[in-house]
């Protein structure tokens, strides 16, 4: 197998899984987007593997563009890419406030990521009982 084409499929399949996790998370915060998703994933799983890549693409750049904004940032300095120290890692800098409101995100997102899973598993064990 060409090297070229397993990187291919490796960051297709990176993208894809980013995309449907992207789309799951704002599938469970809107209901009437979830009862529709519900519907279009049933339709074509193939279709939905293609957007989902699509959609993983869009959010990979988006979140470089992200990493490279707060790498860039003035008063950064060059190989370093926070500021603030603290002897707590998981501590947000209050120095940093761009800091303190990403750290204020991944907690969040953490704490979405734990709902969605537990709101997974009792799907499954709801699907599995009937």
Do not use: C, H, Y
């Not at 519900?38 to 959010?59: C, H, I, P, R, V």
């Not at 563009?65 to 790498?71: D, L, V």
């Amino acid at each position: 197998m060409n090297s070229n084409n397993l990187l291919e499929l490796l960051q297709t399949g990176f993208r894809a899984s980013l995309g449907a996790t992207a789309s799951f998370v704002e599938t469970l915060q809107d209901p009437d987007k979830r009862e529709e998703s519900l519907a279009q994933f049933q339709s074509d799983f193939n279709q939905q593997m293609t957007e989902w890549a699509e959609k993983g693409e869009t959010t990979e750049l988006e979140a470089r563009r992200f990493i490279e904004q707060m790498w860039n940032q003035p008063g950064n300095p060059v190989g370093s890419p926070t500021t603030g120290t603290s002897s707590d890692p998981a501590a947000p800098s209050s120095s940093n406030p761009v800091q303190s409101n990403a750290q204020d995100d991944i907690e969040e997102l953490t704490t979405q990521l734990a709902d969605l899973r537990k709101e997974l598993e009792e799907l499954r064990k709801s699907d599995s009982n009937s």
